[in-house]
């Protein structure tokens, strides 16, 4: 079993801090909202993006899998009442030369090993796609 501890304060009504190891993030408690901070809702997508980019590390070397980048990007859908995620939806985009198979071997992968991924998909609908990246266009 492993264990992680944060601590979280507000600074004031705009804005608090949640702090682990040296880290340190702002976070956006301001009910107007502010653009340079990320949201609650942000934050959970983000540890998602992070569980994906993790995972990706931990398994290319198992794999053997070649890459030379990766992007995620996600979309959540928040009911108001009571307030919840209902849906995510996330698109990984592998720059790689590997096969389709080995493709969706990287995915099926990160989809049974992610912590926060299986932790939100036991709490909310999860769908998700991996793709290569296409060639540049000239």
Not at 29 to 37: E, I, S, W
């Amino acid at each position: 079993m492993l264990d992680y501890h944060i601590t979280a304060r507000r600074i004031d009504s705009h804005g608090s801090e949640a702090m682990t190891k040296q880290a340190r993030i702002v976070l956006d408690t301001d009910m107007a909202g502010r653009a340079d901070a990320f949201n609650p809702a942000e934050m959970l997508l983000a540890s998602l993006a992070a569980c994906i980019l993790k995972g990706t590390e931990r398994v290319i070397p198992m794999l053997k899998f070649e890459l030379r980048g990766i992007e995620v990007s996600l979309h959540g859908i928040r009911q108001d009442s009571p307030p919840k995620m209902i849906r995510i939806a996330y698109d990984i985009v592998v720059d790689t030369d590997e096969s389709d198979a080995r493709l969706d071997l990287l995915h099926r992968n990160l989809q049974k090993y992610g912590t926060i991924m299986n932790t939100l998909a036991g709490a909310t609908e999860l769908v998700g796609t991996i793709q290569r990246k296409l060639p540049e266009q000239d």
